[in-house]
């Protein structure tokens, strides 16, 4: 991807937001994020992007990783800490209340989709069609699962192949 001017990082996070949104919904994707989160100190976002990209039929070179990783060191702790305060607080709190902290965990999400794709401007200029692979299936979610020792069946849900029947 070349490095997009601010409107075109917009587009792009918005386009990213929605699939995120409408994939995080589908049977099986929610249960799944929320594993690798929380068994396997995976983040939700990246594997989310690495999945778009996937659906997008684009590799990213191996060394596109660990730039992504990077960006997410500003909001990574901050998500963690805050999501975990939100479960805390959440029987305690009205149900009015309790949405604002859930929306201002989701403006967090929201930067850091924005963190991941300046990131991925920056360090992957274009990624590769997958078609030039010998297997069409791009590795980007793959990759990232097996790094953090995901089980073939998480991934599988990640990639929302439950709902697919697969």
Same mark, same amino acid.
């Given at each position: 991807?070349?490095?997009?001017?601010?409107?075109?990082?917009?587009?792009?996070?918005?386009? #990213?937001?929605?699939?995120?949104?409408?994939?995080?919904?589908?049977?099986?994707?929610?249960?799944?994020?929320?594993?690798?989160?929380?068994?396997?100190?995976?983040?939700?976002?990246?594997?989310?992007?690495?999945?778009?990209?996937?659906?997008?039929?684009?590799?990213?070179?191996?060394?596109?990783?660990?730039?992504?990783?990077?960006?997410?060191?500003?909001?990574?702790?901050?998500?963690?800490? #805050?999501?975990?305060?939100?479960?805390?607080?959440?029987?305690?709190?009205?149900?009015?209340?309790?949405?604002?902290?859930?929306? #201002?965990?989701?403006?967090?999400?929201?930067?850091?989709?924005?963190?991941?794709?300046?990131?991925?401007?920056?360090?992957?200029?274009?990624?590769?069609?997958?078609?030039?692979?010998?297997?069409?299936?791009?590795?980007?979610?793959?990759?990232?699962?097996?790094?953090?020792?995901?089980?073939?069946?998480?991934?599988?849900?990640?990639?929302?192949?439950?709902?697919?029947?697969?």
């Amino acid at each position: 991807m070349p490095n997009p001017a601010p409107d075109t990082l917009t587009d792009q996070t918005q386009a #990213f937001w929605e699939f995120a949104l409408t994939h995080y919904a589908r049977p099986g994707v929610e249960q799944a994020c929320l594993c690798l989160q929380d068994s396997y100190q995976g983040n939700v976002n990246l594997a989310l992007l690495l999945h778009w990209l996937d659906t997008q039929a684009q590799a990213l070179p191996a060394d596109a990783l660990p730039a992504l990783l990077a960006a997410l060191t500003d909001t990574d702790a901050l998500l963690s800490h #805050f999501r975990q305060l939100r479960r805390e607080l959440k029987p305690g709190l009205a149900p009015t209340a309790y949405r604002k902290l859930l929306d #201002f965990e989701l403006a967090l999400e929201k930067r850091q989709h924005r963190d991941l794709l300046a990131a991925l401007a920056r360090s992957c200029p274009a990624p590769h069609p997958a078609a030039n692979q010998p297997n069409p299936q791009p590795p980007n979610l793959a990759n990232y699962a097996r790094q953090l020792g995901l089980p073939d069946t998480l991934l599988n849900q990640l990639r929302g192949a439950a709902s697919e029947g697969r």
